[in-house]
Antibody
């Protein structure tokens, strides 16, 4: 069945770089797009960006040039990297699959990341 | 960026009653292909968001027919008839028509 699982650090130091891996199963990264969404504690959802099935990427300009998304199709993994972390980047980070009808039909359980000074 | 304004911010409903949530967009969500990429998600306490409705009114697999999405252009509504205990959580609308994709600010459904 379709599954996505995020793995990453619990704690990242201020100004450092965050790296999260989304490992998927039950579908191919060359067929489906994978998106990243984050949620600060007690707040709403924010779309961050996407890895398209063809290998291209799309980013929310709110993250300017801090965000990078890549993949390793042989390992069924999508990677999120974000640099220059600030305390406001403390959030739960989710990866989710975008279906052919452009809905986020399956989500990972998320990884909670705290940015500490 | 497209702003999705959800109302109300919170909703307290008696079990068995109907709930209605509005999502208004700052731009039309009809894409040039004629499709409207407006979706509804429910995030239950402590869980990841789950898809309820896509394409304005299509229920995702396994979603009860108590959930009804409607609307067009810039105005959309999610109605939940006969609210049940498992319906509590935060409901988000989401648009995938315009880049960047955006979520509404959420509506918290509580059970009286």
């Amino acid at each position: 069945q379709v599954q996505l699982k995020e793995t990453g650090p619990d704690l990242v130091q201020l100004t450092q770089t965050l790296s999260i891996t989304c490992t998927v199963s039950g579908f191919s990264l060359t067929t489906y797009n994978v998106h990243w969404v984050r949620q600060p504690p007690g707040k709403g959802l924010e779309w961050m960006g996407a890895m398209w099935n063809g290998g291209g990427t799309d980013y929310n300009s709110a993250f300017k040039s801090r965000l990078s998304i890549s993949r390793d199709t042989s390992k069924s993994q999508v990677f999120l990297k974000m640099n220059s972390l600030q305390t406001e980047d403390t959030a739960k980070y989710f990866c989710a699959r975008l279906s052919s009808s452009w809905e986020l039909d399956y989500w990972g359980q998320g990884v909670m990341v705290t940015v500490s000074s | 960026d497209v702003v999705l304004t959800q109302t109300p911010v919170s909703l307290s409903v008696t079990l068995g009653d109907q709930a209605s949530i509005s999502c208004r967009s700052s731009q039309s969500l009809e894409y040039s292909d004629g499709y409207t990429y407006l979706e509804w998600y429910l995030q239950k306490p402590g869980q990841s968001p789950q898809l309820l409705i896509y394409g304005v009114s299509n229920r995702f697999s396994g979603v009860p027919d108590r959930f009804i999405g409607s609307g067009s252009g810039t105005d959309f509504t999610l109605k939940i008839s006969r609210v049940e205990p498992e319906d509590l959580g935060v409901y988000y609308c989401f648009q995938a028509t315009h880049d960047p994709l955006t979520f509404g600010s959420g509506t918290k459904l509580e059970i009286k």
